[in-house]
Protein backbone atom coordinates (compact mmCIF):
# COMPACT_ATOMS: atom_id res chain seq x y z
CA UNK A 1 0.00 0.00 0.00
CA UNK A 2 1.64 3.12 -1.05
CA UNK A 3 1.82 6.12 1.42
CA UNK A 4 -0.94 8.70 1.63
CA UNK A 5 -0.40 12.18 0.63
CA UNK A 6 -3.13 15.01 1.81
CA UNK A 7 -2.46 17.24 -1.01
CA UNK A 8 -3.31 14.46 -3.56
CA UNK A 9 -6.36 13.43 -1.49
CA UNK A 10 -7.59 17.06 -1.06
CA UNK A 11 -6.96 17.71 -5.22
CA UNK A 12 -9.38 14.78 -5.73
CA UNK A 13 -11.81 15.28 -3.14
CA UNK A 14 -15.21 16.45 -4.44
CA UNK A 15 -18.91 15.52 -4.41
CA UNK A 16 -20.94 12.94 -6.62
CA UNK A 17 -22.23 14.81 -9.40
CA UNK A 18 -26.14 14.66 -8.57
CA UNK A 19 -26.53 15.57 -12.66
CA UNK A 20 -24.77 12.87 -14.03
CA UNK A 21 -26.59 10.19 -12.75
CA UNK A 22 -29.38 8.89 -15.42
CA UNK A 23 -31.96 8.78 -12.94
CA UNK A 24 -34.71 8.42 -15.63
CA UNK A 25 -33.00 4.98 -16.33
CA UNK A 26 -33.52 4.14 -12.53
CA UNK A 27 -37.20 2.21 -12.98
CA UNK A 28 -36.18 0.51 -15.72
CA UNK A 29 -34.57 -1.90 -14.60
CA UNK A 30 -35.20 -4.54 -11.32
CA UNK A 31 -34.26 -3.68 -8.24
CA UNK A 32 -34.23 -7.16 -5.94
CA UNK A 33 -36.60 -6.16 -2.64
CA UNK A 34 -33.16 -7.11 -0.37
CA UNK A 35 -31.39 -4.80 -2.48
CA UNK A 36 -33.91 -2.00 -1.21
CA UNK A 37 -34.01 -2.84 1.86
CA UNK A 38 -30.30 -2.92 2.04
CA UNK A 39 -30.44 0.55 0.66
CA UNK A 40 -32.37 1.99 2.77
CA UNK A 41 -29.99 0.88 5.75
CA UNK A 42 -27.36 2.69 3.32
CA UNK A 43 -29.21 5.56 3.19
CA UNK A 44 -29.79 6.23 6.83
CA UNK A 45 -26.00 5.37 8.09
CA UNK A 46 -24.80 7.68 4.74
CA UNK A 47 -26.66 10.64 6.21
CA UNK A 48 -26.24 9.88 9.85
CA UNK A 49 -22.64 11.10 9.22
CA UNK A 50 -22.81 14.52 10.63
CA UNK A 51 -24.07 13.63 13.70
CA UNK A 52 -21.08 11.95 14.20
CA UNK A 53 -19.16 14.27 12.77
CA UNK A 54 -20.36 16.39 16.01
CA UNK A 55 -19.17 13.89 18.81
CA UNK A 56 -15.74 13.86 17.23
CA UNK A 57 -15.55 17.81 17.02
CA UNK A 58 -15.78 17.25 20.75
CA UNK A 59 -12.95 15.11 20.97
CA UNK A 60 -8.55 15.97 19.72
CA UNK A 61 -9.70 14.49 16.57
CA UNK A 62 -9.29 18.32 14.99
CA UNK A 63 -5.99 19.49 16.97
CA UNK A 64 -4.14 17.29 13.50
CA UNK A 65 -4.26 20.04 10.88
CA UNK A 66 -4.27 16.45 8.00
CA UNK A 67 -7.23 14.97 10.54
CA UNK A 68 -9.02 18.77 10.44
CA UNK A 69 -8.89 18.92 6.60
CA UNK A 70 -9.72 15.60 6.22
CA UNK A 71 -12.88 15.38 8.31
CA UNK A 72 -14.20 18.48 6.38
CA UNK A 73 -13.54 17.10 2.99
CA UNK A 74 -15.27 13.39 4.38
CA UNK A 75 -18.19 14.78 5.41
CA UNK A 76 -19.25 16.80 2.79
CA UNK A 77 -18.00 13.45 0.55
CA UNK A 78 -20.59 10.65 2.89
CA UNK A 79 -23.03 13.79 3.30
CA UNK A 80 -23.52 13.15 -0.72
CA UNK A 81 -23.09 9.95 -0.77
CA UNK A 82 -26.69 9.93 1.57
CA UNK A 83 -28.23 12.53 -1.06
CA UNK A 84 -26.93 9.81 -4.49
CA UNK A 85 -28.56 7.14 -2.26
CA UNK A 86 -32.19 9.17 -1.22
CA UNK A 87 -32.44 10.16 -4.86
CA UNK A 88 -32.02 6.62 -6.27
CA UNK A 89 -34.39 5.19 -3.71
CA UNK A 90 -37.12 7.82 -4.47
CA UNK A 91 -36.17 7.04 -8.59
CA UNK A 92 -36.78 3.53 -7.85
CA UNK A 93 -40.30 4.25 -6.74
CA UNK A 94 -39.08 3.90 -3.10
CA UNK A 95 -38.44 7.16 -1.26
CA UNK A 96 -37.44 7.42 2.43
CA UNK A 97 -39.55 9.40 3.95
CA UNK A 98 -39.35 10.97 6.98
CA UNK A 99 -37.32 9.01 9.88
CA UNK A 100 -38.94 8.16 12.89
CA UNK A 101 -36.94 10.58 14.91
CA UNK A 102 -35.00 13.01 13.59
CA UNK A 103 -30.72 12.12 13.48
CA UNK A 104 -29.77 14.85 15.59
CA UNK A 105 -31.79 13.05 18.41
CA UNK A 106 -29.92 10.99 21.02
CA UNK A 107 -31.00 8.40 23.38
CA UNK A 108 -29.30 7.69 26.49
CA UNK A 109 -26.99 5.57 25.17
CA UNK A 110 -26.02 7.60 22.27
CA UNK A 111 -25.67 10.48 24.73
CA UNK A 112 -23.44 8.60 27.10
CA UNK A 113 -21.30 7.30 24.39
CA UNK A 114 -20.54 10.67 22.76
CA UNK A 115 -19.68 11.84 26.45
CA UNK A 116 -17.27 8.80 27.40
CA UNK A 117 -15.39 9.35 23.89
CA UNK A 118 -14.79 12.89 24.72
CA UNK A 119 -13.88 12.38 28.02
CA UNK A 120 -11.41 9.47 27.23
CA UNK A 121 -9.87 12.02 24.27
CA UNK A 122 -9.14 14.91 27.36
CA UNK A 123 -7.58 11.96 29.50
CA UNK A 124 -5.42 10.42 27.02
CA UNK A 125 -3.68 12.41 24.12
CA UNK A 126 -3.28 9.54 21.78
CA UNK A 127 -6.94 8.88 21.55
CA UNK A 128 -6.90 9.89 18.08
CA UNK A 129 -5.71 6.28 17.09
CA UNK A 130 -8.91 4.83 18.36
CA UNK A 131 -10.86 7.20 16.10
CA UNK A 132 -8.36 6.46 12.97
CA UNK A 133 -8.75 2.17 13.53
CA UNK A 134 -12.16 2.94 13.70
CA UNK A 135 -12.70 4.79 10.66
CA UNK A 136 -10.64 2.43 8.64
CA UNK A 137 -12.69 -0.89 9.80
CA UNK A 138 -15.81 1.09 9.52
CA UNK A 139 -14.96 2.47 5.57
CA UNK A 140 -13.67 -0.72 4.40
CA UNK A 141 -16.75 -2.64 6.11
CA UNK A 142 -19.14 -0.21 3.72
CA UNK A 143 -16.98 -0.26 0.59
CA UNK A 144 -17.18 -3.93 0.78
CA UNK A 145 -20.93 -3.76 1.48
CA UNK A 146 -21.03 -1.74 -1.26
CA UNK A 147 -19.29 -4.24 -3.84
CA UNK A 148 -21.31 -7.11 -2.62
CA UNK A 149 -24.63 -5.31 -3.40
CA UNK A 150 -23.66 -4.16 -6.67
CA UNK A 151 -22.71 -7.62 -7.40
CA UNK A 152 -25.91 -8.92 -5.74
CA UNK A 153 -28.38 -5.94 -7.16
CA UNK A 154 -27.29 -6.53 -11.06
CA UNK A 155 -28.57 -3.07 -11.77
CA UNK A 156 -26.73 -0.85 -14.25
CA UNK A 157 -27.69 2.53 -12.59
CA UNK A 158 -26.89 1.58 -9.15
CA UNK A 159 -23.81 -0.08 -10.30
CA UNK A 160 -22.61 3.28 -11.80
CA UNK A 161 -23.24 5.39 -8.93
CA UNK A 162 -22.07 2.67 -6.22
CA UNK A 163 -18.61 2.92 -8.92
CA UNK A 164 -18.37 6.71 -8.17
CA UNK A 165 -19.28 6.31 -4.12
CA UNK A 166 -16.62 3.43 -3.51
CA UNK A 167 -14.17 5.97 -5.37
CA UNK A 168 -14.50 7.89 -2.44
CA UNK A 169 -14.64 5.30 0.39
CA UNK A 170 -11.85 3.54 -0.54
CA UNK A 171 -9.46 7.20 -0.13
CA UNK A 172 -11.61 7.26 3.15
CA UNK A 173 -10.30 3.84 4.12
CA UNK A 174 -6.82 4.65 2.97
CA UNK A 175 -6.65 7.82 4.89
CA UNK A 176 -7.77 6.03 8.19
CA UNK A 177 -5.98 3.24 7.73
CA UNK A 178 -2.67 4.98 7.47
CA UNK A 179 -3.04 7.27 10.19
CA UNK A 180 -3.79 4.28 12.48
CA UNK A 181 -0.65 2.42 11.53
CA UNK A 182 1.45 5.10 12.46
CA UNK A 183 -0.04 6.02 15.29
CA UNK A 184 -0.44 2.49 16.59
CA UNK A 185 3.78 2.25 15.92
CA UNK A 186 4.14 3.02 19.48
CA UNK A 187 2.90 -0.69 21.19
CA UNK A 188 1.15 1.06 24.57
CA UNK A 189 -0.95 2.99 22.09
CA UNK A 190 -1.65 -0.16 20.07
CA UNK A 191 -2.23 -1.90 23.04
CA UNK A 192 -4.62 0.38 24.39
CA UNK A 193 -6.28 0.75 21.09
CA UNK A 194 -6.96 -2.59 20.63
CA UNK A 195 -8.72 -3.09 24.43
CA UNK A 196 -11.16 -0.24 23.21
CA UNK A 197 -11.71 -2.01 19.52
CA UNK A 198 -12.31 -5.29 21.37
CA UNK A 199 -14.94 -4.05 24.04
CA UNK A 200 -16.72 -1.70 21.75
CA UNK A 201 -16.62 -2.34 17.90
CA UNK A 202 -19.83 -3.34 16.64
CA UNK A 203 -20.37 -2.55 12.76
CA UNK A 204 -21.80 0.53 11.13
CA UNK A 205 -25.07 1.54 11.94
CA UNK A 206 -24.97 -0.37 15.04
CA UNK A 207 -27.75 1.91 17.24
CA UNK A 208 -28.73 3.99 14.60
CA UNK A 209 -30.90 1.52 12.62
CA UNK A 210 -32.70 -1.39 14.36
CA UNK A 211 -30.69 -4.39 14.84
CA UNK A 212 -33.23 -6.48 12.51
CA UNK A 213 -32.21 -4.00 9.35
CA UNK A 214 -28.60 -4.44 10.37
CA UNK A 215 -28.83 -8.35 10.93
CA UNK A 216 -30.84 -8.35 7.59
CA UNK A 217 -28.16 -6.08 5.30
CA UNK A 218 -25.34 -8.51 6.89
CA UNK A 219 -26.99 -11.63 5.70
CA UNK A 220 -28.08 -10.19 2.12
CA UNK A 221 -24.88 -9.60 1.69
CA UNK A 222 -22.36 -11.50 3.47
CA UNK A 223 -23.79 -15.04 4.07
CA UNK A 224 -22.59 -16.74 0.61
CA UNK A 225 -19.58 -18.17 -0.39
CA UNK A 226 -18.39 -14.88 -2.00
CA UNK A 227 -19.99 -12.37 1.05
CA UNK A 228 -17.58 -14.87 3.19
CA UNK A 229 -14.64 -14.33 1.57
CA UNK A 230 -15.18 -10.68 1.34
CA UNK A 231 -15.96 -10.69 5.21
CA UNK A 232 -12.86 -12.30 5.83
CA UNK A 233 -10.54 -10.06 3.63
CA UNK A 234 -11.69 -6.70 5.57
CA UNK A 235 -10.51 -8.45 8.96
CA UNK A 236 -7.47 -9.80 7.71
CA UNK A 237 -6.67 -6.19 6.43
CA UNK A 238 -7.27 -4.86 10.11
CA UNK A 239 -5.06 -7.45 11.18
CA UNK A 240 -2.20 -6.24 9.71
CA UNK A 241 -2.39 -2.80 11.63
CA UNK A 242 0.47 -3.17 14.90
CA UNK A 243 -0.96 -4.91 17.32
CA UNK A 244 -4.42 -6.22 15.95
CA UNK A 245 -3.20 -9.48 14.23
CA UNK A 246 -5.36 -11.27 16.14
CA UNK A 247 -8.79 -9.16 16.09
CA UNK A 248 -11.44 -10.37 15.58
CA UNK A 249 -14.25 -8.06 14.28
CA UNK A 250 -16.70 -8.50 10.96
CA UNK A 251 -16.56 -12.62 10.74
CA UNK A 252 -16.74 -13.51 14.43
CA UNK A 253 -19.88 -10.52 14.63
CA UNK A 254 -21.61 -12.68 11.33
CA UNK A 255 -20.97 -15.88 13.16
CA UNK A 256 -22.17 -14.42 16.23
CA UNK A 257 -25.03 -12.75 15.20
CA UNK A 258 -26.03 -13.20 11.45
CA UNK A 259 -25.67 -16.34 10.17
CA UNK A 260 -27.82 -17.44 7.56
CA UNK A 261 -29.18 -20.33 9.51
CA UNK A 262 -30.38 -18.32 12.15
CA UNK A 263 -34.18 -18.15 12.13
CA UNK A 264 -34.66 -15.52 14.93
CA UNK A 265 -33.50 -12.32 13.15
CA UNK A 266 -33.25 -10.27 16.17
CA UNK A 267 -30.88 -10.77 18.35
CA UNK A 268 -28.14 -8.05 19.33
CA UNK A 269 -25.30 -7.06 17.66
CA UNK A 270 -24.68 -3.62 19.88
CA UNK A 271 -23.19 -3.08 23.07
CA UNK A 272 -22.10 -6.37 23.52
CA UNK A 273 -18.42 -5.65 21.98
FE1 LIG B 1 -20.16 6.98 2.29
FE1 LIG C 1 -16.65 6.89 3.70
Redesign the pocket.
Known amino acids: MASFDIDTYLARSGAVDLWAVDWAGVPKHPLPPGAIRTLRYMQDIESHTIVYLRSLLATRAIDDPDVATFLAC?VH??TFHGLALERFLAAAGHPMGPRPKPHGHENFAQWFEARFTALLSRLWPDFCAVHMTWGAIN?LS?LTAYRRLMALANHPVLSTLLERITL??SR?FFFYYRQAERRMQRRAVARVARLIVDRFWAPVGSGVQPDGELIFMARYLFSDDEGRVAVRKVDDTIRRLPGFASVRLLEAWMHRYARAADGDGGSNGHGQH
Open positions: WEEETDEH
